[in-house]
T-cell receptor, first 117, second 112 residues
Framework: SAVISQKPSRDICQRGTSLTIQCQVDSQVTMMFWYRQQPGQSLTLIATANQGSEATYESGFVIDKFPISRPNLTFSTLTVSNMSPEDSSIYLC??????????????FGPGTRLTVL | GENVEQHPSTLSVQEGDSAVIKCTYSDSASNYFPWYKQELGKGPQLIIDIRSNVGEKKDQRIAVTLNKTAKHFSLHITETQPEDSAVYFCAASIRGSYIPTFGRGTSLIVHP
């Protein structure tokens, strides 16, 4: 499986500010995703990061709040804009393997732990 | 859309005991079922998965069973160890869809 890294690993931010999270994969992958995991909760998909085109957002998430970039097949960023304490969560990057039979297996990065004061 | 229910939400066992986590799904078109383990402060890690053409799969102390008729699948951990303590998530997805539906997670605590 691909090795996925995220930066920063954690941050404490003031409300009203923005934070950009980076996701780097050690090999080219077709699919990249961003998830949010609120404390003690399951994983909620924010959007699919599409290379060379706009991200596809899930219901309840909008581009103005969570702009996403994907300039190439190994890198993506998620920005959490105009933050409020409700944005305090773990943000996870994931990728999907696209070779062989397991074309639908997702692998996750270590996560970015965001606290908004 | 798909709905995945996971039970129990918390499971406490003694070291050496077995642990079983159960999930049900609603969409009969789902045919891929991964399980993830998330340790404190880390991202979810795939530990085992099963496809709908298989009824059971084992990997050392971990096994997963699938009952397509009843639309449920289970994770079995034998001879539990303290390092098995983590949150476990089941998921279900349709082949070709890269986006699984996750259960709400089970916090497994293994007491030494």
């Amino acid at each position: 499986s691909a090795v996925i890294s995220q930066k920063p690993s954690r941050d404490i931010c003031q409300r009203g500010t923005s934070l950009t999270i980076q996701c780097q994969v050690d090999s080219q992958v077709t699919m990249m995703f961003w998830y949010r995991q609120q404390p003690g909760q399951s994983l909620t998909l924010i959007a699919t990061a599409n290379q060379g085109s706009e991200a596809t957002y899930e219901s309840g998430f909008v581009i103005d709040k969570f702009p996403i970039s994907r300039p190439n097949l190994t890198f993506s960023t998620l920005t959490v804009s105009n933050m409020s304490p409700e944005d305090s969560s773990i943000y996870l990057c994931s990728t999907a393997r696209t070779s062989g039979a397991s074309t639908d297996t997702q692998y996750f990065g270590p996560g970015t732990r965001l606290t908004v004061l | 859309g798909e709905n995945v229910e996971q039970h129990p939400s918390t499971l406490s066992v003694q070291e050496g005991d077995s642990a079983v986590i159960k999930c049900t799904y609603s969409d009969s078109a789902s045919n891929y079922f991964p399980w993830y383990k998330q340790e404190l402060g880390k991202g979810p890690q795939l530990i085992i998965d099963i496809r709908s053409n298989v009824g059971e799969k084992k990997d050392q102390r971990i096994a997963v069973t699938l009952n397509k008729t009843a639309k449920h699948f289970s994770l079995h951990i034998t001879e539990t160890q303290p390092e098995d303590s983590a949150v476990y998530f089941c998921a279900a997805s349709i082949r070709g869809s890269y986006i699984p539906t996750f259960g709400r997670g089970t916090s497994l605590i293994v007491h030494p």
